[in-house]
């Protein structure tokens, strides 16, 4: 018979690092025998460690040492983070752990070390993205490389900030958000189309607290990253900011469309998506951009590649994905892009983007004569592509 987990783990994570701060020390004040677990990576490079902290609301418990895995702080905080959590739980004392990341750790990866540690003394019971709502904009345009900013997890860390900030307040089903009375309804409108089914609760909310023990299921937050069936934003239009969901079947002339890259990963604070290429027909491409950044990445097959004795494979939520978008020629092949930003210009950017799909008449000449376009998207894609 499985036991009870012994300590429940909600992860709160952010590069807005006072909002953070705050959202972990309302649930150490509001939750009786809550503890904060926090490894500060700053200093990792310099002296081959990783610093752990743990606390209470009334100051620091202890704190030690970890030393790197591979020259990789982020590999460090994995492999400490588990047996601190499991130290903790054995002690009997602690009701929830407060896991609060460094700046730069996204909670993806972290939640799926705690959800999949095998071990029934610990629960993650949900995630956490803190949020200055006057910052979202600023970080989110920022291409500055996370190194550049003194923010790398580890010596070779090629993101960006922009698109860090990003990930990390998608991934999580709650935001608390900061009260800074620099703060207007634009950005309020922002960040409600970046993630519309958040949760948004101030940080010192009573609420906050009840979230922390809400639950989380790691497989379904993956499912909704995954750029083959993720659950982008719907079209919206607030105070100035705007989503702009575009949608065709016709695929992309390859040449065309990487010509516009500059023009289109520009034209909006964030945008994702999934995409085709005429060239590549069956392979599944995401589109991933912020702060002036773009990521284009192979994902793999479309359904409508694979073998029909393959689907059984796929996870319901994919199969459910590719329905929706399903035509009776392409399948599930789509061009499925949402743009979000203030100031959007939507006809401008629609005529782009229509501009970089076949024209008639090279969509008539069919798929073997597609293949023989130029190959412009071979030098961002898998060499396996």
């Known amino acids: 018979m ?17 909002a953070r701060r705050q959202a972990v020390a309302h649930l150490l004040r509001s939750v009786p025998g809550s503890v904060a677990l926090h490894h500060d990576l700053s200093t990792a490079a310099e002296n081959g460690t990783v610093l752990r902290q743990v606390r209470d609301a009334s ?17 460090a905080l994995r492999e400490d983070l588990v047996p601190e959590l499991e130290r903790l739980a054995d002690g009997g ?17 972290m939640a799926e070390v705690v959800a999949h540690h095998g071990s029934d003394a610990i629960r993650l019971t949900n995630v956490i993205t803190a949020v200055d709502p006057a910052l979202v904009l600023p970080y989110l345009g920022n291409g500055d490389d996370l190194a550049e900013a003194g923010l790398a997890a580890a010596a070779g860390d090629q993101r960006t900030v922009g698109d860090t900030w990003a990930r990390q307040l998608e991934y999580a089903p709650v935001l608390a958000v900061a009260d800074n009375p620099d703060t207007d309804v634009e950005d309020h409108a922002l960040l409600t189309q970046l993630h519309p089914t958040a949760r948004h609760v101030p940080v010192d909310s009573p609420d906050l607290a009840e979230l922390a023990f809400a639950g989380f299921d ?23 900011v705007t989503t702009f969901v575009w949608r065709r079947h016709r695929p992309f002339h390859p040449e065309r469309l990487y010509q ?72 599930d092949r789509c061009q499925h892009l949402v743009f979000t930003s ?31 376009l130029p190959a412009a998207f071979d030098a961002l894609l898998d060499p396996a592509v």
């Not at 499985?2 to 006072?18: A, C």
């Not at 004392?93 to 990866?109: F, H, I, K, N, Y």
Request: with cysteine.
């Open 2 to 18: 499985r036991s009870e987990p012994r300590l429940s783990v909600v992860i709160v994570g952010g590069l807005h690092s006072e």
């Open 59 to 75: 100051g620091e418990l202890s704190r030690g040492d970890a030393p790197l895995a591979n020259g990789c702080a982020c590999c």
């Open 93 to 109: 004392l602690t009701r929830l752990a407060v896991v609060e990341l460094w700046d730069s750790v996204e909670p993806r990866g």
């Open 218 to 240: 790691v497989e379904a937050a993956a499912a909704a990253q995954n750029p083959a069936c993720a659950l982008l934003p719907q079209e919206a239009e607030e105070a100035g």
């Open 260 to 331: 516009a890259l500059e023009d289109l990963c520009c034209a909006a604070a964030r945008s994702r998506g999934r995409f085709w290429l005429a060239d590549h027909p069956d392979t599944l491409l995401a589109w991933d951009a912020a702060g002036g950044a773009l990521c284009v990445e192979n994902t793999g097959p479309w359904l409508a590649s694979l073998p029909d004795a393959a689907w059984e494979l796929e996870p319901p939520v994919r199969r459910a994905a590719a329905a929706l978008d399903w035509h009776p020629e392409h399948g």
């Open 342 to 372: 203030p100031g959007l210009d939507h006809d401008g950017l629609e005529r782009v983007l229509e501009a970089c799909l076949l024209t008639d008449a090279e969509y008539a000449a069919g798929p073997e004569a597609w293949k023989q």
